[in-house]
């Protein structure tokens, strides 16, 4: 059973950081890709970073050169590193995977199959 338990969300101050993890379980990292989204209430989702099982990665342009994707095969876990935080960062941000040995870059648009409960961040003065 694939689960997907995102933490590290939290309040930050704007220029902070924060390091989201998603820790997998049911399956192996090795061939899906791992994606997080972002939700304001009231707002579409939004894809934010993927990466995919050969390790190339896709970010959206509102976080390139501010956020990270990278994993870790060995804990079967995922990061998502956000510096230089903005308030329009903040949002409930989930964890998402799916069989998928290709780019993951449509996945960011389309959505994937399998969804962790999602982690609050707060970027506030």
């Known amino acids: 059973q694939v689960q997907l338990v995102e933490s590290g969300g939290g309040l930050v101050q704007p220029g902070g ?8 379980s049911g399956f192996t990292l090795d061939y899906y890709a ?11 989702r939004e894809g934010v970073s993927c990466i995919s099982s050969d390790g ?8 390139k050169g501010r956020f990270t994707i990278s ?8 990061y998502l590193q956000m510096n ?4 329009d960062d903040a949002a409930v ?13 449509r996945l960011l648009t389309h959505g994937m199959d399998y969804w962790g ?9």
């Open 17 to 24: 950081s924060l390091r989201l993890s998603c820790a997998a």
């Open 34 to 44: 791992i994606g997080w989204f972002r939700q304001v209430s009231g707002k579409e």
């Open 56 to 63: 190339s990665t896709e970010y959206v342009d509102s976080v």
């Open 71 to 78: 994993r870790d095969n060995a804990k079967n876990t995922v």
């Open 84 to 87: 230089s935080l903005k308030p």
């Open 93 to 105: 941000y989930y964890c998402a995977t799916q069989l998928w040995t290709y780019p993951c870059g």
């Open 117 to 125: 409960k999602g982690t609050l961040v707060t970027v506030s003065s």
